[in-house]
C-alpha cells in the first residue's frame, strides 16, 4: 500500500516548456486535489477532482490544466512553464465518508522554471 | 471564504520543554475540521491532529495536544516534552465537513526550532 505517489520528485524546466505531473493513489478514493506550496504561503489549491469524470478549477488555476484519467491517477499540466510557476506541488486524495475528510498527500515535486 | 492565520513565523523551544503554535480562523460554516499538519525538511505532510468543530473536547496525540475555542475561533497546538524531531513547518488547516471533494484551507506555517 504505496498510497500517494507522485513523479517525478524533481525537474527543471525552461521557460516556455511544457510537462505533466503525475498523481496516483491506490487507497480507493473518490477525490484527488492539486496544491502548490511557495515559500511564505501555505498551501494553494489549484484543482482538485471530487469523483471519477469531474474537475473543478481552484484557487489559483491560471496556466494549469488535469485530467482525471481513471479513478487512480490525477495528473497535472503545465503547457507554456513560467517562471512564476517554480513551487513545489503537491497531490493528495481523499475517500467518500473518510475520517475528518481527511486528505493524505504524496511527497511532493519540487518544479522550477528558469 | 475560509481564512486561517497563523501569526507566528518562527518558533523556538528548548529540548524536553513545552511550546504552543497559535492558529486562529474564520468561516461561516457551523461544522468544520481543524488539523495540525507537521512538514519536516523531507517535504512530507504528516498529519499530527485533528479535530471536529461540534466535538468540545480537545484532541490529544501522544505529546501533541490543542486548545480549541470555537467561539473565539482559535485552534493553538501544544507540544509537550519537544523532541529533536519536532523541528519542522507547522500548518493549520480547515475544511469544511461534507462527502468529500472539498479543499483545506492551510495557514503560512510556523517553524518550529528544537534547541538541544
Known amino acids: 500500500n504505496a498510497g500517494v505517489t507522485q513523479t517525478p520528485k524533481f525537474q527543471v524546466l525552461k521557460t516556455g516548456q511544457s510537462m505533466t505531473l503525475q498523481c496516483a493513489q491506490d487507497?480507493?478514493?473518490?477525490?484527488m486535489y492539486w496544491y502548490r506550496q511557495d515559500p511564505g504561503m501555505g498551501l494553494r489549491l489549484i484543482y482538485y477532482s471530487a469523483s471519477e469524470g469531474t474537475t473543478d478549477k481552484g484557487e489559483v488555476p491560471n496556466g494549469y490544466n488535469v485530467s482525471r484519467l481513471n479513478k487512480r491517477e490525477f495528473s497535472l499540466r503545465l503547457e507554456s512553464a513560467a517562471p512564476s510557476q517554480t513551487s513545489v506541488y503537491f497531490c493528495?486524495?481523499?475517500?467518500?465518508?473518510?475520517?475528518?475528510?481527511?486528505?493524505?498527500f504524496g511527497p511532493g515535486t519540487r518544479l522550477t522554471v528558469l | 471564504a475560509q481564512t486561517v492565520t497563523q501569526s507566528q513565523p518562527e518558533m523556538s523551544v528548548q529540548e524536553a520543554e513545552t511550546v504552543t503554535l497559535s492558529c486562529t480562523y474564520d468561516?461561516?460554516?457551523?461544522?468544520?475540521?481543524l488539523f495540525w499538519y507537521k512538514q519536516p525538511p523531507s517535504r512530507q505532510m504528516i498529519l499530527v491532529i485533528r479535530?471536529?468543530?461540534?466535538?468540545?473536547q480537545n484532541a490529544t496525540e501522544n505529546r501533541f495536544s490543542v486548545n480549541f475555542q470555537k467561539a473565539a475561533k482559535s485552534f493553538s497546538l501544544k507540544i509537550s516534552d519537544s523532541q529533536l524531531g519536532d523541528a519542522a513547518m507547522y500548518f493549520c488547516a480547515l475544511i469544511r465537513k461534507k462527502s468529500s471533494g472539498d479543499k483545506l484551507t492551510f495557514g503560512t506555517g510556523t517553524r518550529l526550532a528544537v534547541r538541544p
Open positions: 479535530q471536529e468543530a461540534y466535538k468540545q
Open positions: 487507497m480507493n478514493h473518490n477525490s
Open positions: 493528495a486524495s481523499s475517500g467518500w465518508g473518510s475520517s475528518y475528510n481527511e486528505q493524505f
Open positions: 468561516t461561516s460554516e457551523s461544522d468544520y475540521y
